[in-house]
């Protein structure tokens, strides 16, 4: 069965700082990652959509990486704002399935 | 593109009624859609997962005759929760995605219900 770790659960940063999100996923037989942020409230907002053939995705100041061997991904957020504090969730698409695993995700602060 | 567009966003119901949560894809046709709940400060619970024309199929320990989902064409779902009791309040989101793995799946805004 498919689970999906991410780390750390909770994470305060200063306005400025360069920051990684973890993803961790216990089986390498997936067709894609995605990362999303959901604020308090809402829905989800699809940040980077990964195969399973790419290694990295960028998108302005984010960018995503894919190792599926080692069963890893990481969110690299650069220069990190106040307008980035949201709830990070990372959920990977497992062969053979339509539905998503989803991580706990982790709750991003930017402080001013 | 790909834009899931999800009506009403906030709805208060009295107990005993039913209420009906829109789904739409706006510029994809979605050959599947699913919806969440998701309890506060909590992870996404897939409730169930429904094809275009099909029978929806739903997740152990969801009650399909509570919650009503039709997926009558490519663009638009719907469940409706019927007979609403306080503890169906919740956050309900859907999401779509399009035939073949290579696509990503786009989430609805979410509609909280409150039951009262």
């Known amino acids: 069965k498919q689970e999906v770790t991410q780390i750390p659960a909770a994470l305060s940063v200063p306005e400025g700082e360069n920051l990684v999100l973890n993803c961790s996923f216990t089986?390498?037989?997936?067709?894609?990652l995605q990362w999303f942020r959901q604020d308090p409230g809402k829905g989800l907002t699809s940040l980077l959509l990964?195969?399973?053939?790419?290694r990295e995705q960028t998108s302005g100041r984010l960018n995503a990486s894919l190792d599926k061997s080692s069963g890893r991904s990481t969110l690299y957020i650069a220069a990190s704002q106040p307008g980035d504090s949201a709830t990070y969730l990372c959920?990977?698409?497992?062969?053979?399935?339509?539905?998503?695993?989803f991580g706990k995700g982790t709750k991003l602060t930017v402080n001013p | 593109g790909a834009v899931v567009s999800q009506h009403p966003s906030r709805v208060i119901c009295k107990s005993g009624t039913s209420v009906k949560i829109e789904c739409r894809s706006l510029?994809?046709?979605?050959?599947?859609m699913f919806w969440y709940r998701q309890f506060p400060k909590q992870s996404l619970m897939l409730m169930a997962t429904?094809?275009?024309?099909?029978?929806?199929?739903?997740e152990q320990g969801v009650e399909k005759d509570k919650f009503l989902i039709n997926h009558a064409s490519l663009t638009l779902s719907t469940l409706t929760v019927t007979s609403a009791h306080p503890e169906d309040s919740s956050f309900y989101i859907c999401?779509?995605?399009?035939?073949?793995?290579?696509?990503?799946?786009?989430f609805g805004s979410g509609t909280r219900l409150t039951v009262v």
């Open positions: 999401s779509a995605t399009r035939t073949g793995a290579n696509y990503g799946y786009t």
């Open positions: 089986d390498s037989a997936i067709y894609n």
């Open positions: 990964i195969q399973s053939s790419q």
């Open positions: 959920a990977v698409r497992p062969g053979g399935s339509e539905k998503l695993v």
């Open positions: 510029d994809f046709q979605a050959t599947t």
């Open positions: 429904s094809n275009e024309g099909s029978k929806a199929t739903y």
